[in-house]
């Protein structure tokens, strides 16, 4: 288990600047997310800590050691990436022993047996080690790759989207899993995803990037609720913030400077009657809940409803702001 620092990492690849001047400090035991989307800089980022590329400036410190010297192999980090890369003629069983067979563990064989059943079970792939990998689904693949990384009980684990070649099904089971074996184990991990719903339910903080800068760190309640800029407010939430002039809807306060209003749902009062100022379009129906497409003027807004609320596609509805977000002309959060 460790901490780690990332202090001002800059990384060039020809004309693209992948990081520039990367902060970010980890606390052992924590669960860290890094969302943004294609292209931020987050394999970057992992790759730069797990010593598989050099930055061109900056330090990377875990657990109070500057690592700049250090060989992939002695920095004690496991890395899962996407697409689970297992050795395809073992078995499960081997597989997940296979870290543990290194010389230099110097672990008798009983050790191992009991680590390998140990992770096995907490993946819920126990019922089947000695299947070979190729002869599992996806997502028990994967189960076991995330296996294999957890078994050798690192320093710090590294993940890069583990989930996202799985269904939406399995995703939402082993995110759950995975946060429980995170705690279990009390191991430092980064995360790295462009899924907000992921960062939301794992991360006991999340880190924004785009464009290889990390624009807010914090945990998923002040990222969601207390967004430092426009982008980071577009990053989470679903459906999308509404973003709106100020003079569209009553109900704001802006302050001066004020250049766009962000309205999530819960920023939005809908009352069904004769003093309408907007119009439903149409409704999404999603089962437990539906999206109602809303025309003020010729602005589109969405917002979530309750599957039971009685309004049609055609009804006049008087909509109002509550305490909604402002953001001022560059994007920046303002009040
Ligand atoms: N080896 C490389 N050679 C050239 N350019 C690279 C290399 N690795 C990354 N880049 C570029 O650096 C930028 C950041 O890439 P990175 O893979 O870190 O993004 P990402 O946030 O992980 O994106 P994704 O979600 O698509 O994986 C991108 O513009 C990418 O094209």
């Known amino acids: 288990m460790a901490d780690i620092i990332l202090k001002g990492l800059n990384k060039r690849f020809g004309d693209t600047q992948a990081l520039a001047d990367l902060n970010l400090s980890i606390r052992d035991g924590e669960f860290v997310v890094l969302l943004g989307p294609t292209g ?44 689970y890369s297992l050795y395809p003629h073992m078995t499960v069983y081997d597989n997940l022993a296979f870290p543990l067979r290194a010389p230099a563990r110097k672990l008798t064989s009983e050790e191992i047996d009991r680590r390998v059943r140990e992770i096995a079970r907490m993946v819920r792939i126990d019922h089947k080690l000695e299947n070979r990998s190729t002869r599992l689904s996806g997502g028990e693949m994967q189960r076991v ?31 759950l899993e995975l946060k429980r074996i995170q705690k279990e184990l009390g191991s430092t991990l980064l995360y790295v995803t462009h899924d907000q719903v992921e960062a939301m339910t794992m991360a006991d903080r999340i880190g924004i990037v785009a464009e290889g800068r990390l624009l807010q760190v914090g ?74 497409h809303i025309k003020v003027r010729d602005h589109k807004l ?8 009685a309004i049609r596609p055609g009804d006049s509805i008087s909509l109002t702001l509550r305490d909604p977000l402002y953001f001022d002309a560059s994007g920046q959060r303002l009040g």
Do not use: C
């Open 219 to 292: 945990t998923p309640r002040e990222i969601y609720g207390n967004p430092a800029s426009l982008h980071v407010a577009a990053r989470l939430g679903q459906p999308h913030i509404n973003l709106l002039p100020t003079d569209l809807l009553p109900g704001a306060n802006p302050p001066r400077g004020t250049k766009t209003i962000g309205a999530r749902t819960e920023h939005l009062d809908i009352v069904i009657n004769q003093n309408a100022n907007a119009k439903i379009d149409w409704i999404e129906h999603l089962g437990d809940q539906n999206h109602l």
């Open 145 to 175: 790759a995330i296996g294999r990384a957890l078994v050798r009980r690192p320093a710090i684990y590294l993940m890069d989207e583990p989930l996202s070649s799985l269904d939406a099904k399995l995703r939402a089971e082993l995110r």
């Open 40 to 83: 931020a800089g987050k394999t970057t980022t992992l790759r730069l800590i797990a010593g598989l590329e050099r930055p061109d400036s900056g330090r990377i410190e875990i657990a109070g050691r500057n690592v700049a010297g250090e060989a992939p192999a002695d920095r004690d980090v496991a890395f899962v990436f996407q697409q």
């Open 302 to 309: 969405v917002t979530l409803a309750d599957p039971y609320l």
